[in-house]
């Protein structure tokens, strides 16, 4: 297994390339949730064969898999895949029902065009234990307004406030589209839970890229908002979320032009309508970060919050491109709340399960000089309370480092408000850049820094701000170290974390890969030394029964020239011989030549 590879972060443990994350959904009876993503069903580490694999878990820290999900079918709508989507209530069936873009198959020698694109739903064979097409796929046409090529990524269903997002009723879902030559967000009206083959009545153009009183980013590559979600909030302003994501043209200098955003907003749901009224933009992460889902979580369970996840994909520097057999990993779950100003980010509280051995420094005077504080942390939470003394300071926790600190990857706040992931002095084959992000404050004196690492993958949480980045260090580079360009104390404490896979028994998968593989390799020694065992035993039987058939020989032509009395002795001395145990265990020389020497001495 790579030392790039993440071990509390969600991704198949077999190798194979996996991108966006579909179908969250939490199983209210069950209490467990779900979350489906795409990858290669044949475990290539490159983009192609399109299906969904599948997770559940009970406290979204601990994640069991259950395989492939979803498989791109031999014909039709669903050969050239089965893309982004959600999951639903079902009618009928206990799991949910699954609803995404299914592609017809891609023109033959031009890859770089898109297939048409309509809309398909699978449902749990409990037979098969897995996901199978309906019959009646696809299930919508797409409007004539919307490029067919550009008619996808089913959102989660929208319900009005106070309503459970999987209650039995109408419910509201945005398709990302291309829109008179611009981006744009379909609404539409379904019924819940969900049928076989539903019905989707189009309600709305909710938005295009023209409606904001600010220019809004559309996506140089494609002219598309992919993966549309609606996050409402109560208030008396209405505020609301419309996150999508953005997919630009690819950049030389290998920084992420794929990113996801909120565009600020007001909006809900009036009398059977869904609207949204759009106004400025944010990053909803600062860095490597794409074409998350959401879902608003049960009012009892976590009130007016919503669950995400994101694509983290690999972020190598284009000049040195690293071979491996394995693609891209989900980012750490996180909470989506509205403080009344605007949307905050943190991760979910439950991560704290995977928490071990811990290691903490309180009251560090941090200034230009590195303060150093643990070796070989590549699997960690690393949480710092910062105060700064002056007005102009920058912090960092430099992770990554290599003894002497000429290597590292910096994460930084500044008292300005300014965050982010350095990696322009790390070591290893990654991208070499600054992601950074901007805080509301202006004038900070204190912040919480709540960094993640795990081997190549690091998210930093900055006072309900978030940013993500990879690097691929070189061996040895694991050293944890402070420094600020003014003086600051620092509280930190530093948590070893536990892998995030576990067996159906709650064990986690590493542990048991581990014990198994140990397991096995005893048995296998016990095996051999058995063997090994009767075999000497066996020699030995033999031994001893050549020996006592020498002897017999021997005697028997010596009774013959001896008197009575030299028969007695040597009887006696045959006696001795065959109790000497050395003679039995002495493998050097000829046994019956000894033992002849010996008697007619």
Known sequence: MSRFRPEFH?????????????????????????????????RGPVSGNIGWMWFESADLAHWVSRGVAVTPTEEGFGAGGAWSGSAFPSQGHDEPLLLYSCAAP????????????????????????????????????????????????????????????????????????QYQSQAGVFAYSVSLPMSDAPHFHFESVLISQSMGPVKLPRGEKKNVWEMPELLLFPGDTRPALLKVSIDDEPRLDGSMSQYDVFIHGTGGVSSGKLAFE???????????????????????????????????????????????????????????SWDGEEPLVRPVPSLAKLRGKSHS????????????????????????????????????????????????????????????????????????????????????????????????????FVNGKVVTARAYPDEGHGWVSLTSTEEASVDVTMWEMSPTLVGDDGKDEFGLRTGYSMLMMLLAA????????????AFERYRTRICDQITKSVSQTKLGQRSASDLSKLERKIEVQQEDSWLLRNGSGDISEQLYNSMIA
């Open 278 to 336: 759009p106004g400025n933009w944010s990053r909803v992460d600062a860095g490597n970060f794409y074409a998350s889902k959401v879902i608003r979580l049960p009012e009892r369970h976590e009130k007016d919050t919503y669950l995400m996840f994101g694509w983290v994909r690999e972020q190598f520097d284009p000049a040195t491109p690293m071979e491996q057999d394995w693609a891209g990993v989900m980012s750490l779950p996180r909470f989506v």
């Open 10 to 42: 969600v991704r198949p443990e077999e190798a194979g390339w996996i991108n966006d994350p579909n179908g969250l959904f939490f199983d209210e009876k069950n209490k467990k949730y779900y979350l489906f993503m795409q990858g290669n069903v044949k």
């Open 526 to 537: 016990l095996v051999f030394l058995t063997v090994v065992w009767k075999m000497k035993l």
């Open 106 to 177: 891609w023109p033959s020698g031009l890859p770089q065009l898109l297939p048409e694109q309509q809309l398909c739903t699978s449902t749990f064979d409990p037979a098969r234990q897995r996901y199978e097409p309906v019959s009646g796929n696809p299930l919508q046409k797409h409007p004539r307004q919307a490029d067919p090529k550009q008619f996808r990524d089913p959102s989660s269903p929208i319900r009005a406030l106070g309503v459970e997002p999987n209650a039995p009723g109408e419910a509201f879902l945005l398709m990302g589209t």
């Open 361 to 460: 420094e309180t009251g560090v005077t941090v200034s230009t000089d590195r303060v150093t504080l643990w070796a070989d942390v590549h699997q960690a939470e690393v949480l710092a309370n910062v105060q700064f003394q002056g007005k102009n300071g920058t912090f960092e926790l430099r992770l990554f480092e290599e003894a002497d600190g000429k290597h590292a990857v910096s994460v930084f706040v500044r008292n300005n408000g300014e965050f982010g992931i350095d990696t322009t002095m790390a070591s290893g084959p990654g991208w070499k850049g600054v992601s950074h992000g901007q805080l509301s404050e202006t004038e900070l004196e204190q912040v919480e820094l709540d960094v993640f690492i795990d081997h190549s993958i690091v998210e930093a």
